[in-house]
């Protein structure tokens, strides 16, 4: 999954980014108002964390333009201000949660994954195929009761395709979810994690579960009948 963080505060912004990815997360940062909407219009990410008060215009109007604009990426506000009345015109405008300074990491954990599965329409902290289960909080991955160690990438790039389910994602838009900013799209480390991803599905379940469709990108089948 990929966030984007809008914080001017350069230690905590690159405290919280240095702890996403440690999470699995791909992480994009931006320093103030104007960066954060010029990068939120310019990518695709699954959720972008806003500051509220930030240099060149605050997290509201950023917000505000982007709405405006048509864009429904979820967005959590992060904020030093504890004013109700901030919190109401935040949630107004089109956010999705609100957190206040200061947080603890783990709550702040907790508050991101429940606004992802939100977005993506998932109410429980899990998702299944037919004997795949994936339990998101914990990055597990099960085929019946036996465990399948995925590595970080692996775990987001079936997380991305679950969540997509019966739809292909190219390549691009599956690197944009798995990989930050920087990353070349042009290399072939997606296909290789994704044909690491689908043996060790095969063994676990017999399936290879990921198909590919030739010259577009991956897909997740519906789930048999």
């Known amino acids: 999954m990929r966030l984007l963080l809008v914080e001017d505060d350069t230690d905590l912004s690159n405290t919280l980014a ?13 320093f103030d108002g104007p960066e954060g909407l010029h990068v939120a219009l310019g990518g695709e990410y699954d959720l972008v964390i806003l500051d509220l ?36 015109r935040g ?5 999705d949660d609100y957190l206040a300074k200061p947080f603890s ?20 902290n899990h998702l299944t195929w037919d004997g795949l289960r994936v339990e998101v909080d914990a990055h597990r991955v099960f085929w019946q009761d036996a465990e399948i160690p995925l ?5 987001h790039i079936l997380e991305a395709l679950l969540l997509q389910q019966g739809k292909v994602l190219s390549r691009t838009r599956l690197v944009m979810h798995v990989y930050d900013e920087a990353f070349d799209s042009d290399s072939n480390v997606i ?8 043996r060790k599905l095969r ?9 590919t469709v030739r010259g577009v990108g991956f897909r997740i089948p519906e789930p048999p009948a």
């Open 191 to 198: 296909d290789a994690h994704v044909a690491n991803l689908r």
């Open 151 to 155: 590595t970080p990438k692996e775990f």
């Open 18 to 30: 240095r702890g996403f990815r440690e999470e699995g997360f791909s992480v994009d940062q931006a």
């Open 203 to 211: 063994d676990a379940s017999g399936s290879a579960v990921v198909e």
């Open 91 to 95: 949630l107004q405008l089109g956010g």
């Open 53 to 88: 008060m930030l240099p060149g215009f605050d997290g509201f109007r950023l917000l505000r333009d982007l709405r405006g604009r048509g864009h429904r990426v979820p967005v959590l506000f992060l904020t030093a201000s504890a004013d109700v009345e901030d919190r109401i």
């Open 105 to 124: 990491f783990e709550e702040l954990l907790a508050r991101i994954r429940a606004v992802l599965r939100r977005a993506a329409g998932v109410a429980q």
